[in-house]
Every structure is written in C-alpha cells, then in structure tokens.
C-alpha cells in the first residue's frame, strides 16, 4: 500500500507541476488571442485602415458638410446602446426592427457615407476591419473636421449580428425626459456629470428638427426661453404640428453652427437652448457650475469631451472571436 501511495503522489506532484508549467502560457496564448481594445489594432493586418477612413472623412465632409454631424451622432446611438459593436447600422429584416427606426433615431441619416468609407476600407484589406470601429474612427474625425479635438482612440472592436431596437429607449435618454434620468443614464457606462455635460455640447453643431421643439413654441410659447430666439424659432417651425419629412429644422447654434465650440454654453445660459434637456442644464444645480466654467473655458470643454467620447467609445464592446466582421455594414453575413 506504501509503494501505490507513493506512486499515486509522484503522479499527482507530475500532473501539478505540468498544470504549473503550461497555465502561464494559455493565459498568454488568450492574451494574444483576444488583446481587447488597443491602440492602432490594425497595424499588422491593415496598417492603412485608419488613413483611409481619415482620407475618406475628410472628402465626404468636403463634398458633404453634414455628414460630420451624423458621424458624432453615430457614435452616442450606437455605444449608448448596451455595446459599441455597430448594430444602429444594420436594416430592418422580416425579425427584427432596426435601430435606425426607432423615435430615438429620428433624424440619423446619410449611413450610406459610413457604407462608403466600408468599401474604401475593403478594397486595401477585405475581411478586416469592422464596421464598429469604422463608425468610432469615422466619429473621432468628423470631430476633428468640425474643429473639435483629435481623440485618441482604441480600436479592435468587432459588429454584433442583431439589432437592438427593442432596448433603446433603456439606455438613450429623451430630450424631454428630466435631468436625473438622463445622468443615471451615462451614469451607468461610466460617464460622470462633467462628462454628460460636455457629451451634450455636440448640440453646438447641426440642428434641430421642427417636430422635436413645437411642444415650446405651441399653443403657447415657453416663457423661459429668451424672447429674442423665439421669433426666430417660429419662423423655422410655422407649424405647430410639423410634417416630419418637411425640411423644417432650426440651427442649434445661429452663432457657429457648423463648428464644435463652447459658444453652446454661452447660448443656453442666456435662454437660447432649443431642447428641453438643454434648459435643465443651466437649471439644474447639478450641470450649471459646468455649464458657466465651459462656456468661460472651451479648453475645459474639449478636455471633458474627449474624456466622455473615449469612455463612450469603450462601452463593452465585442473583441477576439465574439462577434464578426460584416461584409457589408447594414447586414449581418450570412451563417457559414
């Protein structure tokens, strides 16, 4: 019984110092396997990935000015939404709702840009790059074409196969819905109030459509909004019930509005911000010290905002073999 004791601990203390040996090495192999988020991902597999999506934002936002306000809304409606991993881009099939048709989406438009840098991207290295990082870099550009600053951000994010329409109103906040909503909101992602309140400083650029504030104008004028803008608010929005496919928008900011700027805040510190959510941050004592030091300091502003975009841009998102590489960005490939 000495000697099969003493056999069965030989074999034991063997299998121990194997197990010992080769545990370091699997977690090193899954390291290498799946790295997560990086900088610069694709410098082995694609290194002209994120030249060619900076070369194809700069001549889309050459021949089409707007296009960089829909690639910074890209990137909240996508991100906000449970996991950064490109599924507002995916259409609707006979299952599933898309995204981009929900309430919340109203007004996203010109994907076809983000399909055309894809394809820019696929001619250099098919298969390769997603289209989740397609949309974060396509944003963190457009940023920059707006005047905003240049955020350093990691990529190696892979595309989701389903669409999320039946969560979005969980986790995107309405324009109209309270303060605190919308704090616990991003709260929940990681974003903190200073953060919230420069994300919502991209309302210094595009604008607003006419069926998202006549509830301030009509039957009667909000009286806390500056009497100065009203009059031009009602001859942007004549209507008080807007046809939603009528080309009946006010600018968010009259002042700068094609550039990313602190002058949002100045504006809704003097009554002139269009939405709801953009009064209760002057109101609110939560935001309003932000608020005041953002509109005296656009570098504050910038700092805070590229804090937010890149805590935005990490929101769990798919890496190693999870998720896919789609083929085209607004449909999942099809099963193998």
């Given amino acids: 019984m000495g000697s099969k004791a003493l056999f069965l601990f030989a074999i034991l203390s063997f299998f121990s110092v194997v197990s010992l040996m080769i545990s370091p090495a699997s977690a090193e192999n899954e390291q290498i396997t799946n790295p ?6 694709y410098k082995d597999s694609c290194p002209q990935a994120e030249d060619i999506i900076q070369e194809q934002v700069k001549l889309l936002y050459k021949r089409h000015k707007n296009t960089a306000f829909s690639w910074l809304r ?16 995916l259409d609707s099939t006979r299952r599933s709702l898309s995204e981009k048709e929900t309430d919340r989406s109203f007004g996203l438009r010109n994907f076809r840009y983000l399909d055309s840098i894809k394809e820019a991207v696929e001619r250099e290295c098919p298969g ?27 990529t190696g994010r892979r ?17 109209n819905e309270s303060m605190s909503v919308v704090l616990d909101r991003f709260a929940a992602i990681g974003i903190d109030t200073a953060g919230v309140v420069a994300l919502l400083g ?7 459509h006419c069926v998202k504030l006549v509830h301030r104008l009509y039957p009667e004028v909000d009286p806390e909004l500056n ?5 031009h608010m009602l001859h942007k929005c004549p209507d008080p019930i807007p046809d939603p496919k009528a080309v009946q928008y006010v600018r ?3 002042g700068t509005p094609m550039k990313l700027d602190n002058n949002y805040y100045r504006n809704i510190l003097e009554h002139k911000g269009l939405l709801i959510v953009d009064h209760q941050l002057v109101t609110d004592k939560r935001t309003k010290p932000f608020v005041k030091k953002m509109a005296k300091r656009e570098d504050f502003f910038f700092k805070e905002f590229a ?19 789609r083929k085209q960005c607004n449909v999942a490939n099809k099963n193998p």
């Fill in 307 to 325: 804090r937010a975009i890149t805590i935005l841009s990490e929101n769990n998102p798919l890496t190693g073999n999870n998720g896919e590489i």
């Fill in 202 to 208: 991209a309302h210094s650029v595009g604008r607003t």
């Fill in 159 to 175: 595309d989701g196969r389903k669409s999320r329409a039946e969560v979005v109103e969980q986790y995107l906040p309405d324009h």
């Fill in 252 to 254: 968010n900011d009259r």
């Fill in 36 to 41: 997560g988020l990086v900088m610069n991902f």
């Fill in 227 to 231: 009497p100065d803008h009203v009059e």
């Fill in 128 to 154: 390769v790059v997603s289209c989740s990082d397609i949309l974060v870099l396509s944003a963190r550009d457009g940023i920059v074409a707006l005047g905003g600053p240049y955020i350093p951000l990691k």
């Fill in 74 to 89: 890209n990137i909240f409606h996508d991100c906000a939404v449970q996991s950064c991993d490109a599924s507002l881009l």
